[in-house]
């Protein structure tokens, strides 16, 4: 891949400056008028025309003729003519030059080895020891060396380069950095890939890459959980507690979420979650953008539209759409002119757009969590059992590829059909009666199931310790309901618990918003946490360790923009769910005083003006 735009910039710039070259020799002013000339036909695209210009000039100046001669080589490569900038490097005495002059050559000669499918001689001059390199041709150097590392079958390398690369580049150059760093590394196959990825310490730079590839070659790898090391919104030293670290908010907002039959009651708990967090932050004095809603149409041409859209009207940051066809329809556009704040993940096997993060509640999460935290506890054999649906499914994939990535030994596997009560057979396929000390048992599916198999395994005499994902709690208590479950770890979102400060009360909210309880709890909260991460998703996709206290857990980003969440343990006692740790805490607010807030308006109204905040 050639990133010829970040190459033309640096160029343009030789090009425009060699009309003030230094030398010994004074120019005429013939010779300045004729390098400017030069200049301003490359500067017009002329790139031909200009280089015919500096071959001139540099037989009419012998004393200034590797100068001119370079430039005359960098407007050939700019026509896309490397093989007529050849004979003129091959010319140009790298002595002669002054100041990024030599560097330059070295690129140029690199490219044209490149071209001459001579990778070895373009690395060789692309890793030369004790090389300065100006900050505009840094991102040219590290392209052609990775291109170079490429050509010599060196794809680790090669991909490590382009890492390397990725925060110098913006837009479309990023976007095709990346996807050429990821492609690289599933050059080096599944095998291969899978020892570098078990052998990486915590917080290796390459694992985050090497687990796109993986996933690009279809394969799931353990993931390490996020680093939480700081919560976003830390006073900034020096500031007198008026700015908060990482809070950046736009001055107008659209939330994209689908309008259609089946999604409508989703949705609306997304919505309303969102809306009172909206309303809740006027408490902070924190400044507000304007919001408009649209209707994402549930497929991706609608949503497609909806983005557009919003970004006509003026919107700067999209949060949405939800459906996993819209998100891939929306960030699998060459371009996303307004960043991204996709409430799903899309199942693409391409890189999203620089500017595009992916926000969802997948289960998968959880079953790589309830892994985690039973090899803390001691746990290293394992007994799954789940129920047929998707989320169970899709949360004991991600269960046993973690689990057996730390090391934890699979003793057996049980599946439960929907409809059946009687689970003794299941049970027995377990072989778990004779089990360890050092050992627990993962279920995945939904409360009514859960209560019918705790007691059952009881009857069977098998009392090992039982952990589980979030769909075990019905979404309020029920103590006599869930005595059956006593005992029983699970992972979930801290706001149901009021396990999260600096968040409304969740008594208080569900009290009032029937949204904000039973089965749609969790979206509710998910829709709140869509617009806290609003000020801050820059924030945490550039700074490895930060994290936003949530409503559904502690989020954090990674580089690919992926808000990973953190959830809080629960433990069934005397048939409640109550936090194992406590309170969690936060502070996030930004203080002093900001700007009004603006209250939302539907996509079919005029942008709102700013009005005094609201009392959340």
């Known amino acids: ?38 200049a301003d036909l490359a500067n017009q695209g002329q790139f031909d025309r200009a280089a015919q210009a500096y ?35 091959a010319g140009i005495q790298r002595k002669e030059l002054t100041d990024d002059e030599p560097l330059r050559l070295d690129l140029l000669r690199a490219e044209i080895a490149l071209h001459q499918n001579n990778p070895a001689a373009a690395l060789q001059l692309t890793t030369q020891p004790d090389l300065s390199v100006p900050p505009n041709l840094r991102p ?26 990725d925060h110098q580049l913006q837009g479309l150059d990023r976007t095709q950095n990346r996807d050429a760093a990821i492609s690289l590394l599933a050059r080096l196959g599944v095998t291969a890939l899978k020892a570098r990825a078990a052998a990486m310490q915590a917080g290796d730079p390459m694992f985050p890459w090497v687990s796109e590839a993986l ?12 680093s ?23 001055a107008q907002i659209a939330l994209l979420l689908p309008n259609n039959d089946g999604l409508v009651s989703i949705s609306a708990a997304i919505r309303e979650g969102f809306f009172a967090a909206y309303f809740q932050s006027s408490d902070t004095h924190a400044p507000r953008a304007m919001v408009r809603v649209y209707d994402s149409g549930g497929n991706a041409a609608s949503a497609i539209k909806a983005y557009n859209q919003a970004v006509t009207d003026g919107a700067q940051l999209v949060v949405g759409p939800l459906t ?11 371009s996303l002119p307004v960043p991204v704040l996709a409430l799903n993940r899309s199942d693409n096997k391409t890189v999203p757009a620089g500017n595009a993060s992916q926000f969802a509640l997948l289960p998968e999460d959880e079953g790589a969590q309830v892994a985690d935290h039973m090899i803390d506890r001691g746990i290293h054999t394992a007994y799954v059992v789940t129920s047929n649906d998707d989320f169970a499914k899709r949360s004991a994939v991600a269960f046993k590829t973690e689990w057996q990535a730390k090391g934890g030994q699979l003793a057996g596997n049980a599946q439960i059909a929907s409809g059946n009560v009687n689970y003794g057979d299941a049970i027995n396929g377990l072989n778990a009666g004779n089990a ?12 009514d199931q859960a209560r019918l198999l705790l007691p059952q395994l009881r009857v069977a005499r098998i009392n ?104 809080t343990w629960l433990k069934f006692q005397d048939g409640v769910a109550r936090p194992m740790n406590g309170t969690l805490q936060m502070d996030n607010a930004p203080g002093g005083p900001a700007p009004a807030g603006t209250a939302p308006a539907p996509a079919s109204a005029p942008p709102v003006q700013p009005a005094q905040p609201a009392n959340g």
């Open 1 to 38: 891949m050639r990133l010829c735009r970040l190459a033309a910039s640096g160029l343009l710039i030789s090009l425009v400056l060699s009309a003030c070259v230094p030398s010994l020799v004074p120019r005429s002013p013939a010779e300045i008028a004729a390098a400017q000339n030069a």
């Open 55 to 89: 071959v001139m000039l540099a037989q009419q100046n012998p004393g200034r003729s590797d100068h001119y001669n370079l430039l005359a080589a960098e407007a050939y490569r700019q026509e896309n003519a490397l093989d007529r900038a050849g004979p003129i490097v």
């Open 140 to 165: 040219r150097l590290l392209t052609l060396r990775a291109d170079a590392l490429a050509g010599t079958s060196d794809f680790w390398g090669a991909a490590q380069t382009r890492v390397e690369l």
């Open 215 to 226: 996933g690009r070659l279809g394969v799931t790898v353990a993931a390490p959980q996020p």
């Open 228 to 250: 939480l090391e700081q919560p976003v919104g830390t006073l900034v030293p020096g500031s007198n507690a008026s700015v908060r670290e990482g809070y950046k908010m736009p």
């Open 324 to 334: 996993r066809p819209e998100v891939l329809g929306v960030l699998s556009q060459p």
């Open 436 to 447: 360890g000390s050092d050992a627990g048992i993962f279920i995945s599916m939904r409360v």
């Open 464 to 567: 090992l310790p039982v952990f589980a994902t979030s769909h075990i709690y019905g979404g309020s208590d029920n103590a006599i309901a869930d005595r059956d479950l006593e005992g029983v770890e699970f992972c979930d979102a801290p706001w149901l618990f009021d396990a999260q400060t600096g968040l409304p009360s969740y008594q208080e909210v569900s009290a009032q918003l029937p949204a904000a309880r039973g089965a749609t709890a969790q979206l509710f909260a998910f829709g709140m946490d869509a617009w806290n991460l609003v000020p801050y998703v820059d924030w945490l996709r550039n700074h490895p360790g930060s994290y936003l206290p949530g409503a559904t857990g502690q989020l954090a980003g990674d580089t690919f923009g992926h808000i990973n969440r953190v959830l």
